[in-house]
């Protein structure tokens, strides 16, 4: 099969860093006939400019075909897989490198643009809709991704995330995030994990845009993710389904560095 001709499609050298992350196709029935490049390409495509799976050019594979590859690595935990496998190696690449004992941690409101699926009310900003909660390191590189009701608080909703962050990276010591952790989830996290939240908090005295010390590199990371149209509004019924694409966006980030340094 050609290959399409888009600006979201993979080099060869971006391809040979994803290639070996690829599943292999299962044992028994008929030999895998589709090309897996034709197919990452394809939901890049739809990551990139937001459309329907319908709505997939014809030179892709048939889109019933892209998104039944889509679904089923995010049961199976492939997308995270390959994430986590780029993430360990943009972080060992040439090239200034930071310690993994510091990350930073913030909370953002998804557009709601769904009819159905988990939402909810967040009294405070008077929306109806989702957060997501991200959580990354020094680099910008993502952590935890964690989607739920916008009727959750915050403050709940981060204890959650950090119990998460904690279990995968039990060497945390230090967590960053903004005034609006501000309380007594300080105290929670010093007393029940044992570790040390830091509020990063704007002056009062500051006026206009301020680039706040440590918090503009998860600011920099929900930029990155910006640029994925997908991501512009919650499409998803499923909020595991927003958390595949968000990583799906960092995936095709780190590829692209990646290929760079080669």
């Known amino acids: 099969m050609i ?3 888009y600006p979201t499609d993979l080099t060869d050298t971006q391809w040979a860093v994803l290639a070996a992350l690829i599943p292999a196709a299962k044992a028994g029935g008929r030999p895998r006939t589709t090309d897996m490049r034709v197919v990452v390409n394809a939901v890049f495509y739809v990551l990139r400019g ?3 799976w319908r709505l997939l050019p014809k030179d892709f594979p048939p889109y019933q075909t892209v998104y039944d590859y889509f679904r089923s690595w995010r049961l199976l ?5 390959i994430h986590d496998r780029l993430r360990g190696d943009v972080r060992v690449a040439p090239g200034p490198q930071s310690g993994p004992e510091r ?4 909370q953002s409101d998804g557009e709601d643009d769904r009819k159905r699926g988990i939402r909810g009310y ?6 109806l809709g989702r957060k997501r909660h ?3 390191d020094v680099l910008g590189l993502l952590l935890i991704v964690m ?3 916008a009727g959750i608080q915050d403050r709940n909703g981060a204890k959650h995330v950090l119990t998460r962050l904690i279990s995968r990276f039990p060497g945390l010591k230090l967590v960053w995030a903004d005034g609006g952790y501000a309380g007594k989830l300080v105290e929670w996290v010093a007393t029940v994990l044992q570790r040390t939240l830091s509020i990063v908090k704007r002056s009062r005295k500051s006026q206009g845009f301020r680039v706040l010390q440590w918090r503009w590199i998860v600011e920099r990371t929900f930029g990155w993710l910006n640029r994925s149209r997908r991501l512009s509004k919650d499409f998803e019924a499923l909020p595991e389904t927003t958390e595949a694409w968000i990583r799906i966006a960092m995936i095709q980030l780190m590829t692209r560095r990646l290929a760079a340094k080669t």
Do not use: N
């Open 3 to 5: 290959l399409a001709r």
């Open 50 to 52: 937001g459309c329907q």
């Open 77 to 81: 935990g492939t997308w995270e897989r």
């Open 103 to 106: 990350w930073d941690y913030r």
């Open 122 to 127: 967040d009294g405070g900003k008077h929306t």
């Open 134 to 136: 991200i959580v990354v």
């Open 147 to 149: 989607v739920h009701s």
